[in-house]
Every structure is written in structure tokens, then in C-alpha cells.
């Protein structure tokens, strides 16, 4: 005879670090897909790499990956203490400084959760949304204005008032774009922080 099976919640539980290392692995990931869509670093310096059930491109270069790796292990213990306001990536114009685009990641963080907290998160959701603000940044250049200028770029993360940054970050303006143009992405939640996206970029003459 047929066994009838019962059907598996696709609820997990999740915790504060679980969470905190979902959002980290989440800028890890699409700070490389902006640098790679964007074109600041040569194709031929990233990799292809599974995750999320997407094929995603991570740097094979050595100062890139060092540099990324300190700001998202700051970042991570910013999302451990509910400190991390938002993570902010600049593109600018090296010639003239000029910020050329913005893109924005505000974090909410759940002040309510502490290092005890299990909550209730669907694995398959939050995956869902991940997906889903990647597959936008892919998507971006379909509407983003080509770089056609040799550009850097620099990551801005703004904290709680009156935190103390490490020595090695320095204060910074907001770098906002003049003439900007502003397109919100979607946003994901682990029921702990939720981020949400969107790039500002400077309007064609």
C-alpha cells in the first residue's frame, strides 16, 4: 500500500547570526555582480561561482578580495550589534572626482532580537528575494548610463550616531550625485534586517 507523507513546513528558525551571515553573504556577492556589471575591473579577473541557484561572478584578484573582505567582516559584526544603517557603493569619474553612481543597501535591523532569538524565516523566501535583487543589479545595465569614463569607486557605510569607526576607516561625505536619477530595487528579509535597494546614477546630458 501507499505511505502518505506529511508535507514539511518550509519554515526554519533563524537566529541573529544566521541572519548576519545571510546579509554579509548577500554583500558579498552583489558588491562583486556591481563591480563586474559595471565594468570596473577587466572580465577576465572574476570567476563563476553557484549560489542562491544563480551562477554569480566573485574577483579572482587579490587586493580586490582582501579589500571586500575587511569591509563585509566590519559590516558583519555592525549587523551582530543592529548598528549598520546602510552599505553605500560610489562609482566616480577618476579624471574629476565626479560621483558618477550611487548604489544604496539601507539595512532595518529588528532592535527587538537579541543573541537568544530564534524567529520563524522561510529558507525558501528569503533565498526567493536574494535572487531577486541580484538578478536586478544583472539587470541594471539595461538602464544605467554606459561608464564610458575610467572610474573607482568607494564603499560608504553609514552606522548609529556616535559609534566609533576603526582607525582605518575614514570619515566621508555622502558623495551624492548632482542631476541624479534615482531607480528602487527590490528588497529581501530574514525577519531580522531587511534591505533595501536602489542606485542613483547621473542623468544624460
Sequence with gaps: PGTLKMATSTNNVITL????????????????????????YPPESFTHAQQWGLTMLVTCNKDLQKFLDQIISQVKSWLIDMTVEKLVLVIKDIATNEVLERWQFDVDCDKTVNSNTNREASDKDIKEGIRSVIRQI??????????????????????????????TWGETGPHLISNSEEVRLKSFSTSIHTIKAAVAFKKSD
Excluded at 541572519?19 to 558588491?31: K, M, N, P, R, W
Aim: proline share 4%; hydrophobic share 40%.
Design 138 to 167: 544583472t539587470a541594471s545595465v539595461t538602464f544605467l548610463p554606459l561608464l564610458e569614463s575610467t572610474c573607482s569607486f568607494d564603499i560608504l557605510v553609514y552606522t548609529d550616531k556616535g559609534l566609533e569607526v576603526p582607525e
Design 17 to 40: 547570526k544566521g541572519s548576519t551571515d545571510i546579509v554579509a553573504e548577500f554583500f558579498h556577492y552583489g558588491l562583486n555582480s556591481i563591480l563586474y556589471q559595471r565594468g570596473l
